[in-house]
Each structure stands twice: as C-alpha cells, then as structure tokens.
C-alpha cells in the first residue's frame, strides 16, 4: 500500500514556474514507476510525465516536453515535477499516481497505475 500526497501548486503567471512535489508513505516506493497526470475542467484525464523506479528512465507528453522535468528522491520517497515556461492551457489538478510493473509502452495510461493522490491545484494566468 502506497499514500500519496501532492503539495507545491498555486497560481502563477503565464512564463513563470512551479515546482510540485509527492510525497509517498508506505513500503518498497522504489519499486514503483511514478507518474504526473492533470485534468482540466471538462477535459478527460491527461499524461503529463513518467519516470521509472530506478529514475533513469522519464517519460513526457507532448504537450509538456522540453518545458517539464520529472525526478525522483527514492531516499526523500518524494517525487517532483519541475514546470517552467508555463501557459494558461497548463491550467488544471494534477494528480501524482504510483504504479508497479508498468511497461514503458503504456506508462502513459492511468489505468496502469494502482495508487493516486488527491491533487494539487496549478492555474496559470495570462
């Protein structure tokens, strides 16, 4: 069993950053790939980034690549997704989710994962 919990959003302006992070209690965290989705509201459920339990291997959607950076702390068992030049569309809850076994063909899928946390409210201002 795997609790997670998501801090560091807010409300910044179009261009700035943000650097949330997850927090994970329980056992074996390294042995889980860790993933970032968001909802906006209306919209279905997005990918966001991956990293596997190692951390050597990370994972993006196309829409965030080159601007988000995902890393992970197995020691700290905190995960954290650095977001820079941010835009009004990158708007929504983003939810920390924790996985075991995943292939890297559907890290990308949240039905993959088994544990998720409550979200952590980002908004970007234009």
């Known amino acids: 069993q795997v609790q997670l919990l998501e801090s560091g959003g807010g409300l910044v302006q179009a261009g700035g950053s943000l650097r949330p992070s997850c927090a994970a209690s329980?056992?074996?965290?390294?042995?889980?790939?860790m993933g970032w989705f968001r909802q906006a509201p209306g919209k279905e459920r997005e990918f966001v980034a991956a990293?596997?339990?190692?951390?050597?291997?990370?994972y993006y959607g196309d829409s965030v690549k080159g601007r988000f950076t995902i890393s992970r702390d197995n020691a700290k068992i905190t995960v954290y997704l650095q977001m820079n030049t941010l835009k009004p569309e990158d708007t929504a809850v983003y939810y920390c989710?924790?996985?075991?076994?995943?292939?890297?063909?559907?890290?990308?899928?949240?039905?993959?994962?088994?544990?998720w946390g409550q979200g952590t409210q980002v908004t970007v201002s234009s």
């Open positions: 329980g056992r074996n965290f390294s042995r889980y790939a």
């Open positions: 990293v596997s339990w190692s951390g050597g291997s990370t």
């Open positions: 989710a924790a996985g075991e076994g995943i292939a890297t063909i559907t890290i990308a899928k949240a039905h993959e994962y088994n544990y």
